[in-house]
């Protein structure tokens, strides 16, 4: 899966500008390797639209510091960041993954395929709960392996939680026992492990329906072996249809699994992923994180991390926000210190003004005094801080008063000049600010600061 989307990213290098006929390759590489990773073909059209939509007329390139390194961000980097999104969108859920119950103890029913780890998870989950200070009870209702009762009792042991079961009775009769005997112990959250089939049986169905019904649990997790591909969503339906389940618990994702699965559960029955199984003991358990898999099923973490340090760069509200504020004149150091390191982020000042509509402002060039280097930005950083709030205030004061230049000097291991040289920069950069200002509209046109 992961190739083919970098094999989709490639097909965009080199272009500037995204539109719709040149995404197509590309769009056809994601649509046959979702395919190949068994998503349904109705997720797939949904998911390649949506993309579309969001990609055309993706322009914008910038320089970004990325792990140390100044990166380029293109069109095809802003195309793996919304396929990233549109994943992580098809898989998220709101809210806590568990419902309480309120004056009783909260039901939480395991349903599954055999070997799909239903027992392993149950033992997960209350591990899992147990360490929110909640105390969970195990039911062992599985009686069609003469073993699953036996397998929750080592597991129970392991993690000091009990395990209850009647022997001889029926499996709707033990869960129908299990709440009595859960307020008898005093816990507050019942677990039921059920018995799954090979594949769905309508008597496998009846039990289920019926102990759901005995219980009413506020939970119903349906247990998923990640690695069964497409059959995984044909199983989550048809639990779906006849018990209505509340989540998903992806086992065996330790594997190398695709996240087919994962991707199209979700689409399909309206249940989210909650959780994730990743080994075989009890600890290997966690909730599942819709950006985590996105990056997995991508396979391209590095360049979905350079486009967030990006969005963080141009943070569109902040910089709306700012932009407003500086444009009226209210310019303080300390702006300019957040300007200055946002500009090294960005690349080289000047990299950022051939980027700007500000040619006319300069007919002669930039003023050579104005570009910043790296080094240069520390020097401004520790003379900056070393100023009182004061001065901050009243930059003047420093060039009316030697006395405070020096001792700032002092204080950030430079000398006065260089103190003398930050001020006349930042009185500039005020000065550039005001211009922009009485430019209206102009902001407009500046990446980032729509
Ligand atoms: P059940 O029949 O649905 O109750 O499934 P079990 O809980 O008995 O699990 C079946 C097998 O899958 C066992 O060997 C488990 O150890 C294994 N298993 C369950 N969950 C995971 C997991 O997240 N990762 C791995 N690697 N193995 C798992
Ligand atoms: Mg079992």
Known sequence: LA?????ARNRLAGLTELSES????????????LLEADVEIGVVKAFLSRVKQKAVGRTLEAKVKHEGETMQVSASDHFVKICHDELEAMMSHEGEPIVWASGRPTGLMMVGLQGSGKTTTCAKLARHIAKQGKKPMLVAADMQRPAAVEQLKVLGNQIKIPVFNISGKSPVEICAAAEAEAKKLGRDVIIYDTAGRLA??????????EIKSRVAPENIFL?????IGQDSVKTARSFHERLG????VLTKLDGDARGGAAISIKEVTGAPVLFSGVGETTDKFEEFRADGMASRILGMGDVVGLM????????QKKAEKDAERLLQGDFSLDDFLEQVRMIQKMGSLKDLVDKLPLGGMFPGGLPKDVNLDDRELVRIEAIIQSMTRFEKRDPYALIRE???????AKGSGTNAEAVAEL????????????GLGQNMGMMGKIPGMK
């Open 245 to 248: 389940i509340s989540g998903v």
């Open 3 to 7: 190739r083919g989307f970098r094999q």
């Open 200 to 209: 769905i049986d309508e008597k496998l169905m009846q039990e289920l329906a």
């Open 22 to 33: 040149n995404i197509e390759p590309a769009l056809r590489e994601v649509r046959l390797s």
């Open 308 to 315: 967030q340090d990006f969005e963080q760069v141009v943070d």
């Open 402 to 408: 030697p006395r405070r230049a020096e001792r700032i």
């Open 223 to 227: 247990v998923v072996d990640a690695m």
């Open 423 to 434: 001020v006349q920069k930042f009185l500039f950069m005020k000065q550039m600010m005001s």
